[in-house]
């Protein structure tokens, strides 16, 4: 069925994230999130202690989604050719090719992304932020739609290299998954006694779809109203006393476009102050950095989200005028 308004929209999100929690229990929230990242063409970093899922969520994303996949196990001796691709010479015709790397794929999950060196994490820079590699001075596209989930360990820092601001900065959101409660977990290891959910699961939707959604995702209305206030907890971030770097104008177009995909998963087709203050949690607090840099943790990170949504004012007049009690 083609996807033409927000109310068929919304029931295919619907499907897509029951497809995801029938293997990611207990969880959603997370998925949810997840699968705004995806609609709203950005790249997702998921951050939390190992066991938990962060994998198996990228996995469950992939398999629910009939695209192409590639998974990429950041290692200390990846190097950029062994992600990107390299130029190699072919002796029957004399000329170098270009033999394409697993980043070409539609759906890329890079574990431990953390766990490769510098020089090999800034060869996702490009990728991440405009879909295209360059190699030997020659420009590849990647294909469309284009989706990251790369997953970290926070806790954990031997023989880690820590994510540098721009890296970080081209995330569209960062969550987490946590530990599953008492009877989640009990379920978890009921199911997987045999075989694990994710062996059966199939697509409910193509890469068509997903290109589909994005599209409806950028159509959505945002008042000006909105938009000055988006703008204004992006500003208020940079102005807090205790962050020496607030968010940047790439957390104002991802919260932008987050907000919209929001409005969408809720049968929408505008922007309410809800949808913001609900994806200013997850899109900008890893984009910030404290004043005691070396003391940087979530927590404090989220408290101050949590101060600049009470000081920024609402806009009322908007949430009246769209009929959104916030």
Known sequence: MKI?????????????RANIE????G??????????????????????????????LARAMARSIDASFQRIQFTPDLLPSDVTG????????????????????????????????????????EAMDEH???????????????FVVATQNPVEFYGTYPLPEGQRDRFMMSVGLGYPSFEVEKEIANDQMKRHPIEKLEPVMTAGDIKALQSIVRDVHIDQDIMDYIVSLVHATRNHPALLLGASPRGSLALVRTSQ???????RDFVVPDDVKQMAKWV?????????????????????????LEEVPVPIEASERRGDGS
Request: neutral net charge.
């Open 4 to 16: 033409t308004d927000s109310s068929e929209a919304q029931r295919r999100i619907e499907a897509l």
């Open 22 to 25: 029938g293997v990611i229990r």
């Open 27 to 56: 969880k959603k929230d997370t998925v949810k999130l997840a699968v705004i990242a995806l609609l709203s063409n950005g790249q997702l970093l998921v951050e939390d202690v190992p066991g938990v899922g962060k994998t198996m």
């Open 86 to 125: 390299a130029s190699v010479f072919n002796q029957k015709t004399g000329e170098f090719e270009f033999q394409p790397g697993p980043i070409f794929a539609n759906i890329i999950l890079i574990d431990e992304i953390n766990r490769t060196t510098p020089r090999t994490q800034s060869s996702l820079l």
């Open 132 to 146: 295209q590699v360059t190699v030997d001075g020659r420009t590849h596209r990647l294909p469309d739609p284009f």
């Open 261 to 267: 995909a929001s409005a969408i998963a809720a049968a």
């Open 284 to 308: 900008l607090p890893h984009r910030f950095i404290s004043r005691q840099r070396s003391q940087t943790s979530l927590h404090e990170t989220n408290e101050i989200m949590a101060e600049v």
